[in-house]
């Protein structure tokens, strides 16, 4: 295909993701406040962890009241829209995925096939893990955070203030469990190994904790262990796949690899007349 067919086979996959992200959008903005086929509605979803907490710690309009406050006349609209467009991107994600993969097999042999769909799986598979995890830890959070000085004040949460707390921290998990498959694929192409990364350990823990204390947006200490945590194992699985890799290539190896860079490699290649004692070259 010339640049130009190229340029025109981007616009037209571009357009259908574009559509399926409008798909899912409307959906997400019928789904906020409708039960769809038993599946209770978005935003009864959302707000289930700042329901679950105690009447005490929040201020409604009543005892039992458990809604969010909003403050302008077009902050429930654009709440839903947010909402909305979040959720589409994430109900669409099979449509622009897949628009997005006919336009890059093409140009792809069959194992870089099969190393691309074992790729995306696994990421996709993590992201979501890591934003299940976020949804379920963010009510920890907020009870913490509502309750340590519920005594003295309630706190009236606004819309916009609960689904950023909320996304961005579902963001934050996804993201972070992204990192093992990243120093899986540094590993498969030769940049560390399973030795360095050991040698690394401690070093790695803490900096996973340093970097649940510094990217979870609540700011509170559950959220941050959790994350810290989580990242930790997963990291420490990462390093057992490269474990395995690194014994699975050692196997198939001479170990021309751990040599110093102005050490040449021995001849252990039985055919060569030099790899056998007293040979001389021709």
Known sequence: ??????????????????????????????WYENRI???????????????????TARSGLNGTDCRLLATGPFDQFLLRVKVALTAGVVLSAPGWLGQLWMFVTPGLRRPERRGAAA??????????????????????????????GNSVQATALR?????????????????????????????????????????????IIFGAFLFAGVATPGGDPISMAVLGAALSVLLEAAMQVCRLHDRRR????????????????????P?????????TSC
């Open 159 to 203: 819309g916009e203030e609960y689904y950023s707390l909320v996304l961005s921290l579902m963001v934050v998990f996804g993201v972070a469990f992204l990192t093992p498959l990243v120093v899986i694929m540094l590993n498969r192409v030769g940049a560390v190994s399973y030795r360095r990364l050991a040698r690394w350990r401690r070093g």
């Open 250 to 269: 050692a196997r198939r190896d001479p170990g021309w690899e751990d040599l110093d860079d102005d050490t040449p490699s021995p001849l252990t290649d």
């Open 119 to 148: 790729f995306i799986g696994a990421a996709s598979a993590l992201f979501a893990g890591g934003a299940v995890l976020a949804f379920l830890v963010v009510g920890q959070a907020l009870g913490f955070l509502l309750t340590i």
């Open 37 to 55: 086929a038993g599946v209770p509605s978005l935003g009864s979803l959302l707000i289930e962890p700042y329901c679950s907490l105690p009447s």
């Open 1 to 30: 295909m010339s640049v130009l067919d190229h340029l025109l086979e981007l616009r037209r996959r571009l357009a259908w993701a574009l559509v399926a992200v409008a798909v899912g959008t409307i959906a997400g903005f019928v």
């Open 271 to 279: 055919a060569s007349p030099l790899a056998t004692e007293g040979g």
